[in-house]
């Protein structure tokens, strides 16, 4: 008999990887499918990173690491954000985990009981509203549409904060939208949690360097709130290790202490090769990095005029990340003659299986007329899979 949690039976598995996992099975049955559903850049991870992991094998980092992680990777984090943002933490306000979403988990669980209330815009990226659940506190959603270009304003957080608020999430560049809050724009959030001591914040930054405006801005930068946020970031996207496994956080010391006695009974400390690898990483040349941010944002650019040559799509155009985020409901209600299009999930599932094109349905990040398209792969892979799914769609009427 099986008789599983209910903590678990609530706990809903990630779309994005749902579609990752169909793309492969199609493709392993013969079909000819271009995965636009993956957050993840096509790119090797640079040669120093890994000629560095080779080295730590060689000099004996197989043992278990410190939980918080390697002090001299904490201290090259610290480093990292005095040189690039200017923010000043010591290494005892680093942990090192296994991947961001572990950063934000061990976050979650040691800040919020049940009843507490976390405001997360929509879209968000996937996972923050599970680990909510799982925290047993509650989503309050404050939506955004394509028109404010997916970003709130001082007055709509003014609104929703209550005696319960105890977290605001968000990420800057967003997943899924692209979308970069400037200086300014933070500011004016920041204003209002002035007035709510109560309420932390929880600043996601992961694609903090794929951020096409010129300059990351960080809602930590003002002084009454940098006791108050916790950043998130790693380097999976920066320095494309997505499958390397290592995030951290950078957070007030009594935060980090709590994290690391989280995370010391659940997984312990990061994997130690990915340890030197991430700090070759973060303290090497930043060159490849710099490559990277120029091929997507001149993917951005192309897939934004491919975009707009299919009828019905509202688009705009994002400054961060590797995505798009059209509203698509101009098909809704729309048929081939054979499959009747009633929302974003069945438009993904007639493309995937028409056009041999994966997209991740909007409703998996908050917003249901939307769908998301990832741009983290080749521009040739980029023509041809919008081509396809502007010939399936023109079929819709």
């Known amino acids: 008999m099986e008789v599983l949690s209910k903590r678990i039976q609530q706990l809903q598995e990630s779309e ?55 002090l001299d990777l904490r201290q090259a984090i610290a480093e990292k954000f005095k040189r690039e943002n200017h923010l000043e933490f010591s290494p005892e306000q680093i942990l090192v985990s296994t991947g961001a979403k572990q950063s934000l988990a061990n976050v979650m669980l040691v800040l919020l009981d049940e009843g507490d209330e976390v405001i997360i815009p929509s879209p968000y990226w996937v996972s923050y509203r599970e680990i909510v659940k799982l925290a047993e506190a509650t989503m309050v959603n404050i939506h955004t549409t394509i028109e404010s270009n997916f970003k709130i304003t001082p007055a709509q957080l003014e609104q929703v904060i ?52 010129g300059s990351h801005q960080s ?68 060159t490849p990095t710099d490559n990277m941010r120029t091929a997507f944002k001149n993917r951005r650019d192309l897939v934004h005029r491919l975009l707009l040559e299919i009828p019905g799509f509202k688009v705009n155009e994002p400054d961060g990340a590797f995505y798009f985020f059209p509203d698509v409901s101009y098909y809704f209600g729309k048929t081939d003659g054979e499959t009747v ?26 917003d249901e007329n939307c769908i998301r398209i990832s741009y983290a792969t080749s521009e040739d892979k980029l023509i041809e899979a919008l081509r396809r799914t502007k010939e399936a769609l023109a079929k819709l009427s």
């Open 16 to 70: 994005t990887l749902q579609m990752a996992k169909l793309s492969r099975e199609l493709r392993s049955k013969g079909f000819d499918i271009i995965d636009l559903s993956l957050g993840e850049p096509d790119f090797a991870t640079p040669e120093h990173i890994r000629e560095a992991a080779k080295k730590a094998i060689d000099d004996g980092y197989t043992k278990y690491p410190p939980v918080a992680g390697y």
């Open 162 to 213: 209550t005696p319960q608020t105890k977290l605001l999430c968000f990420s800057s560049p967003c997943n899924p939208t692209g979308s970069f809050y400037s200086k300014e724009e933070l500011k004016g959030l920041a204003d209002v949690l002035a007035k709510h001591p109560q309420v932390f914040v929880i600043s996601d930054e992961i694609y903090e360097h794929i951020n096409f405006t």
């Open 219 to 286: 809602i930590a930068q003002f002084d009454w709130m940098k006791d108050r946020v916790i950043i998130v970031n790693g380097v999976s996207k920066a320095y494309s290790m997505t499958g390397w496994r290592l995030g951290y956080i950078a957070a007030p010391q009594w935060i980090t202490k709590a994290c690391d006695k989280m995370q010391g009974q659940i997984t312990s400390g990061a994997c130690s090769i990915s340890q030197r690898a991430a700090l070759a990483a973060i303290s090497g040349d930043q």
């Open 341 to 366: 299009i009633k929302n974003a999930d069945d438009l993904c599932m007639y493309v995937i299986h028409k056009a041999n094109v994966s997209l991740v349905t909007g409703k998996a990040f908050g």
